[in-house]
């Protein structure tokens, strides 16, 4: 397969193209400047083209002689970001990906997406047909990208697959690194119960995912949620990492609606002065919001099957934490 993936330089997409290459393939990355952060693709024969997501000349370019276009860029939640950026990357560059690859004679787009775009569970597990309710406008924006993918790939008579990956973690991540960290060096406090549910998907799984939802037949015009096989509570999560970690599992609660309360304080005054706040309310919400999906649709289409239990891969990752110092 020749292929092109979008977002290499990205923690997802760096380990879905290196992957792929790794597997045979023929891979091509499309990053914004070649000269930074690319050194590990370049290690692994990745072909690196400049260019941009939003620019449909340079979608175009980069798509010649691709089969598949696996499109993991994205711009997740920053402080200070405005929305029109959020809206242009997430929203309307997914589009733009779909018109280049239909210009250029590829066969399959591959969209990541977000269970984000379903908001808190009212009723675990969710599959893909539950309800759409996005909190935030990462949530908004990424479920206005499927639509207009989804347009796009209907006009032009192109394959797509839309892929909803749950929580991903794994070596090299920084998302659920200050839960490790915290746990790690035993400073983790919950706040609330810790009950919620947390699923979350290590990132060889997700890559096998993603392959099968590049090439299997079945794939094509479908919709999937990607998560790992075991889902757990975040009480549980927190109590397995501090026992790999050789730590005390921590017992401290604090109630969440006086933290809550003090990161929108934070918030409002951090806008005022034009600072990064010391505490967001979507920090927050990650101890109030359930997150527990079911794969079966995946597994039962396309042949998806999670390999790595969760405590393997709480292992693997803070054994690559520890290696290289971010614990």
């Known amino acids: 397969m020749r292929v092109l993936v979008t977002g290499a330089t990205g923690f997802t997409g760096g380990h879905l193209a290196r992957q792929l290459a790794g597997r045979g393939d023929v891979v091509r990355a499309l990053v914004r400047d070649p000269a930074r952060g690319t050194d590990a693709l370049a290690a692994a024969g990745i072909e690196l083209v400049a260019g941009d997501v939003r620019d449909r000349a340079a979608l175009v370019a980069a798509s010649e002689d691709v089969d598949v276009v696996y499109h993991i860029a994205a711009v997740y939640r920053q402080a200070g970001l405005p929305v029109e950026m959020y809206r242009s990357v997430n929203a309307n560059a997914p589009a733009e990906v779909i018109e280049a690859a239909a210009a250029s004679g590829v066969r399959r787009v591959v969209h990541c997406s977000t269970v984000g775009v379903h908001g808190d569970v009212q009723h675990p597990p969710a599959n893909e047909d539950a309800p759409l309710s996005p909190g935030d406008i990462y949530q908004q924006t990424k479920l206005e990208g499927e639509q207009l993918v989804r347009e796009a790939a209907a006009r032009r008579g192109i394959e797509l697959t839309v892929v909803r990956p749950t929580g991903i973690y794994g070596p090299g991540d920084r998302r659920l690194l200050k839960l490790f960290r915290a746990v790690a060096r035993r400073r983790w406090i919950t706040l609330g119960t810790g009950n919620i549910y947390y699923h979350v998907t290590y990132i060889d799984d997700l890559v096998d995912g993603f392959q099968l939802c590049g090439t299997h037949p079945a794939a094509a015009s479908r919709t999937y949620i990607l998560a790992g096989g075991e889902v757990t509570t975040l009480n549980r999560l927190v109590a397995m990492v501090a026992d790999v970690a050789g730590v005390p599992v921590p017992r401290l609660h604090l109630p969440v609606r006086p933290v809550h309360a003090a990161a929108a304080l934070c918030e409002t005054l951090s806008g005022w002065f034009g600072i990064e706040p010391p505490l967001h309310r979507r920090r927050v919400d990650f101890f109030t919001k359930s997150r ?18 969760l405590r393997d891969g709480i292992a693997r990752t803070l054994s690559w934490y520890r290696e290289h110092g971010w614990i």
């Open 292 to 309: 527990a999906f079911d794969i079966s649709r995946a597994r039962a289409e396309i042949g998806y099957n999670p390999r790595i239990g």
